[in-house]
């Protein structure tokens, strides 16, 4: 069942969402090559509770750490460790934070140092796919206009999109109803409705689609070793006009779409 927020409930991811853009802040503030993850998840967890929230990973379905860390050919769920950051690595952030019962979710994928251009390009189309979906996010359109939006960009550029992970539903759970595929046949599955909160998030390889879970139990990796970038946004459906991005933080008075 699609749970529609009340204002209350909404202002509640948002200040969990707030949260998140900030701690992503700092963390890309903070990147530099030889921190190790480890030292990424410390930032995140200090930041989140020095925020009045809580990490919304530590401890979810045992996940160990606050920060999802995902080098590399990692797609989602890399665990921070004493791996170091070297110069032409690319990490994807995704940081999670709760706030009096509430969710906030956000993802964003940046270089360590100078990378090559097809890398820069892969992130770029990662971005941009997650504004296509975005675009379509408003009421009386259906959900997998998202999806599809989402698909054809990172396919018209040569990309692949994961399937084998989703965004999803958030609110007083991480992970509520609906499921939102990063690709799909337009016109197809619900209506967006007014109140609806989502958590899009495109996952993209410049190889193949496939992944793997290492034997970590979360770490999920590409097939053929190729790079991957992830970005997300906590959004609600607005009753008229363009969603609220939740996960948009403020810098010298203008709004800036991580």
Request: aromatic share 4%.
């Amino acid at each position: 069942m699609i749970i529609l927020k009340t204002r209350e409930e909404i202002e509640l991811i948002s200040r969990a969402s707030e949260i998140v853009a900030g701690c992503q802040k700092v963390l890309i503030q903070e990147l530099r090559p030889g921190m190790t993850t480890l030292d990424l998840d410390m930032l995140t967890e200090t930041y989140i509770r020095d925020h009045g929230g809580i990490p919304a990973f530590k401890g979810y379905r045992n996940y160990p750490k606050s920060l999802c860390a995902s080098l590399n050919e990692e797609v989602v769920h890399g665990i921070p460790s004493k791996r170091t950051l070297k110069d032409g690595d690319i990490i994807g952030l995704d940081v999670g934070a709760i706030v009096e019962g509430f969710y906030g979710d956000g993802a964003v994928t940046v270089s360590v140092g100078d990378v090559e251009p097809s890398v820069q390009k892969l992130i770029a189309v990662t971005k941009e796919a997650l504004s296509k979906g975005l675009e379509q996010a408003i009421v009386g359109k259906r959900l997998s206009d998202i999806s599809s939006a989402i698909q054809r960009h990172v396919e018209q550029h040569g990309f692949s999109v994961v399937r084998d992970f989703v965004g999803h539903g958030i609110g007083r759970q991480l992970h509520e109803e609906p499921q939102v595929p990063n690709y799909g046949k337009p016109g197809q599955g619900p209506r967006l409705k007014p109140g609806m909160a989502l958590a899009i998030e495109p996952m993209v390889n410049m190889g193949g689609n496939g992944v793997k879970v290492l034997k970590d139990g979360w770490t999920a990796v590409t097939s053929d070793g190729s790079l991957s970038a992830h970005f997300e946004h906590t959004i609600v459906i607005e009753p008229t006009g363009p969603p609220r991005v939740l996960t948009a933080y403020a810098e010298r008075g203008h709004v800036v779409i991580t």
